[in-house]
């Protein structure tokens, strides 16, 4: 299952695992089982009837020529942008259509999970800056996500005039979704599997809130007054609260996000006209050639159009990245200078400080305190009771108290509040970067706090304590977020992913009023604007940061753009992240500077193919991408270099033999600043390695003007798992473009 990027492990997500779990073994073990499949067959048909005739008769021929069960079991035909069906089918079914000439590929549909704007001013965009409002009212950002809320503020088009001329997109009325207007210009959804969902409404409306944030964070108006219950008070907005928004909703409450409907959205965005999709989706896979996300990606890059998405939340841990296809954009989760904490006051007078919001004021008025381990229903139940879990808990012995909890499920708030308890006291290793919402009273402290509570229990006859309201603290930053999915790249050892980092802990925007700030049980706080966090959150930042990048330079490839946002990102300090450019890939964002780059790394579609060549991938694994099964990868020179990619960055994976590594790569940057410049390299090798540029020095005499060079890195055999970094930086009086260079060993 694909899963949205927020890491808000709230109550519809473990509805989701749930049926992830029931589902599983059925697909398994069942030979004859139909489950649904994609038949890629190619580019955009000349004919979209012709089209859709043409996938009847295929399925039927694999049906026994029966066009009764061909027209039963298809779902979908993609005609938009690109030739393809989905359709219900047998395990042989499926391979018999693999065999066929005219199908160049086909794939199982996966179910994907759910993986003031203060933070546009910390990294750099002021509600000031410069803007090209012109070309930016003629910007659609398209959203792959569970919808949108078209009531929210941040999508009112008082001042707008009407969508752009280009604009093929609709938008109807749906149950309880009011319309669109000239600032939401789209709202589509896609459920193909024809499953009900109870949980959830069939249409564009967001009942879940994750996309109506994701769009408003985007490209959401100018909000003033925005606030969650005072909190984060200020004005919310987008990145280019001039642009237009599409909706295209593939996540549901009960089933996730699937490859059907994602492919779906896709082949509607494209063709609708959007120029940047932001898709905070995720789920793991390896093969750039059958991920959805990857290959709906590489037909919206072949249109021009950059598509952003989420790292992932499964960080700390080592590569475990997602979403790393080299034309995507892949964006890691940051912390921005502000954090929500809570006091926590004991009977014995002490304080300690918790992470979280609660909203709840206490007026002073100290409750008695329980740890959850000494309050279990019966023996049986004694190690579920110390994390507080759903029907652990004696609730004689909880009622009217606060409970110290260990960390073992989000929403134990809940079910402390459930059995009449008052609120809850957290004790975590983890996520303490993160502020969650409490249904309840309720902080998370770290285990050194946390044991000092237990002791401070067991210490006295009639313990009691008080949690305050949340407020705001300014906090160092930034730092990448604990939960952040990092490198390295299990698709490529030659391609550095994350690409970027954007903030996406604790990031205020709009929210619906269909669910309750936690969508906890008993939960009975709702607001129009909330907190979330996750690369969820990161990723329209980005997204914002193309629209905004575009809208200076309408003719701009997706590479270029690409490029520029990259290399003009603040470095980061491995000080505070030791996993590095694992962590934070080029850096922070920093939106103005990436507007005037000065070089770009510019690239066509044809450089990633030779570079999927370069990984091995053979041409007709290809086809799905290329639309043909016409590609050679044998004659196809398979690019030059290391990596065989123009890409803003440089890894180099070690070879575990323990031999010297050497790795040249080739490079080219094409001029987009003053039409005279030379730039200097400056070279920042880390210890045992050596690096050199050849030539040192690029002079241009006109825009557009492209120059090559070569990077040759050697690199001593390392011992341990570790990353090193390096850098290279074309300066000039007034560009800094900066590439980092990575080495690391990979895992054996
Ligand atoms: C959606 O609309 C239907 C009827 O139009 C109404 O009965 C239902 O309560 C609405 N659902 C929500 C969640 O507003
Ligand atoms: C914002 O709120 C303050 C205080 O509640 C009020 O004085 C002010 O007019 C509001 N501004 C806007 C634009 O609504
Ligand atoms: C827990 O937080 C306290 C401050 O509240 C700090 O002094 C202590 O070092 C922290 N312990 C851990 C293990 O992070
Ligand atoms: C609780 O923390 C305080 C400092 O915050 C420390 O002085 C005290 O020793 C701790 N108590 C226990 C029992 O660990
Ligand atoms: C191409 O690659 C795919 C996937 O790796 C593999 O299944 C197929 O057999 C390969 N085809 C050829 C001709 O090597
Ligand atoms: C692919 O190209 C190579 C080199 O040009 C050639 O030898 C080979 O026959 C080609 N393969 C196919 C299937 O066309
Ligand atoms: C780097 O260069 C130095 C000086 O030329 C040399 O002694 C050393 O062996 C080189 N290291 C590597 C890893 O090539
Ligand atoms: C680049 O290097 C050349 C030759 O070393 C030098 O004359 C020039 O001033 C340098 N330019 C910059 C911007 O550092």
Known sequence: MAKLMMKCLC??????????????????????????????????????????????????????GSYHDAKESIVYSYTESFNAFAAKLSNDEAQKLQRMDRVLSVFPNRYHQLHTTRSWDFIGLPQTARRNLKIESDIVVGLMDTGITPESESFKD????????????????????????????????????????????????????????????LAGNVVANASLYGLAWGAARGAVPNARVAAYKVCWVSSGCSDMDILAAFDAAIHDGVNVISISIGGATEDYASDTISVGAFHALKKGIVTVASAGNDGPKWGTVSNHAPWLVTVAASGIDRQFKSKVKTGNGRSV???????????????????????????????????????????????????????????????????????????????LDVAQIYMAPGTMVNVTDGDNITDYIHSTRSPSAVIYKSQEVKVRAPFIASFSSRGPNPGSKHLLKPDIAAPGIDILASYTLMKSLTGLKGDTQYSKFTLMSGTSMACPHIAGVVAYVKSFHPSWSPAAIKSAIMTTAKPMSQRVNNEAEFAYGAGQVNPQKAVSPGLVYDMDDMSYIQFLCHEGYNGSSLAVLVGSKSINCTSLIPGVGYDALNYPTMQVSLKSNGELTTAIFRRRVTNVGPRLSIYNATIKAPKGVNITVKPMSLSFSRTSHKRSFSVVVKAKPMSSTQVLSGSLEWKSPRHVVRSPIVIYRPQD
């Open 11 to 64: 109550y519809f997500s473990y509805q989701l695992l749930l049926i992830l779990i029931l589902t599983a073994p059925l697909d398994a073990t069942e030979e004859n089982q139909k489950n649904f499949y994609v038949a890629y067959l190619g580019d955009q048909p000349v004919d979209e009837d012709l089209a859709v005739q043409t996938h009847i008769q295929i399925l039927a021929s694999v049906k026994g």
């Open 158 to 217: 008082s001042g707008f005039g009407p969508p752009p001329a280009k604009w093929k997109g609709k938008c109807d009325h749906f149950a309880n979704f009011s319309g669109c207007n000239n600032k939401l210009i789209g709202a589509r959804y896609f459920k193909l599997d024809g499953n009900p969902d109870p949980w959830d409404i069939l249409s564009p409306i967001d009942v879940d809130g994750h996309g109506t944030h994701t769009s408003s964070t």
């Open 353 to 431: 400080s918790g992470v979280g919001v609660n909203t709840f004021d206490p007026k002073e008025k100290f409750y008695p305190l329980v740890s959850g381990a000494d309050v279990a229903k019966n023996s049986e139940s004694r190690d579920s009771a110390r994390f507080c879990f759903d029907d652990s808990l004696d609730p004689k012995k909880v009622k009217g108290k606060l409970v110290y909890c260990k960390l073992g499920t989000w929403g134990a708030d809940s079910v402390i509040k459930g059995i009449g308890g008052v609120g809850i006291i957290v004790g975590s290793e983890q996520f």
